[in-house]
């Protein structure tokens, strides 16, 4: 159950859940990790759905077991047993009403992290609270900032609250913690907030805002699409291209490959933004996308496609990389980052139902 990356040899239980909990179990595993997920078997009225399919609950076999049923809690307290760390993603106090909250399972494993992964936290006035990515994110400021002037702000996928502030806390807590664990024996309970972690992943916007470089509001901000240089347009096929030429000698070389004359557009005078985003949007919409990506070829200018999911995989920069990979005929992303001595792969060996005596086998004394 051990892959091949820098985490080979650490066990992981994974209390399967939806939300940003598959997405780090997801990457634990893609680095090397033994982690195996429980989860209710499928017709069980079970609460947890297996909605990470191929991609979300790759390199990881799972168990079946009935947490509310004794003999399913007891099952998975021995595999918690030999476990590093554990991750579950519900509301506070969900486990412990199991009999598989924090002081049950460190009492029997002192060394245990137990990750819990929320978004409103395990306190505060919000705590029992329902809530999605929509939500955190927005009690964080970071929603607020985002989106047109004249607009409500749109909801950015789920990439900044639930994944950002959620998953890659998850992972980054539970790997400190161990480290910590590793040298004194003693485990803990890492609390990971969605909005704490959304929050600090604002940290440049509120240094600028106490720097007077950064005020409330959308659509009024160097990096919030208010500037003609930093922004998307819309081309002549329907697709987008992004302008990103911050600098000025980015800037100078986008004006050059838009064919205009610099003397007529100073980058730094906002009187002439309000003209300047017209020219370029009508520019920009005079060619396809891929026009423009063949105009800015091997430039500095800072213009790149917009691309689609279906898109992705086939662009020349991410097919040299080997960013997306085809895993039993499912294009998905490739795991990341990457490491010279221990490259990390998906394996579909490593995914799929095993029973609770294989996982207790593979993570006997000795084994990964």
Known sequence: MTGTGPLSGLR?????????????????ADLGASVVRVARAPGAGQVWADTGGAVLNRNRPHVHL??????????????IDRADALIEGFRPGVTERLGLGPEVCLGRNPRLVYARMTGWGQTGPRADRAGHDLNYLGLTGALYAMGEADRPPPPPLNLVGDYGGGAMFAVTGLLAAVIQARATGRGQVVDVAMTDGAAVLSSLFFALAASGLWQDGRATNLLDGSKPFY????????????VAALEPAFFAQLIAGLGLEPALYPQFDPGGWPAMQATFAEIFAGHPRDHWVQVFAGTDACVSPVLAFGEAADDPHN???????????VVQPAPAPRFSATPCTVDPGRRGLIDLSEA???????AG
């Open 360 to 366: 207790l086998a593979a993570w006997a004394d000795g």
């Open 319 to 329: 097919a040299a990389r080997g960013t997306f990979v085809r895993v039993d005929g």
């Open 12 to 28: 992981v239980v994974e209390l399967d859940a939806i939300g940003p909990v598959p997405l780090a179990a997801m990457v634990l």
């Open 66 to 79: 009935d947490l509310k049923d004794p003999a399913g809690r007891e099952a998975a307290l021995a595999l």
């Open 231 to 242: 922004r998307t347009y819309a081309c002549a096929d329907g697709r987008f291209v992004a």
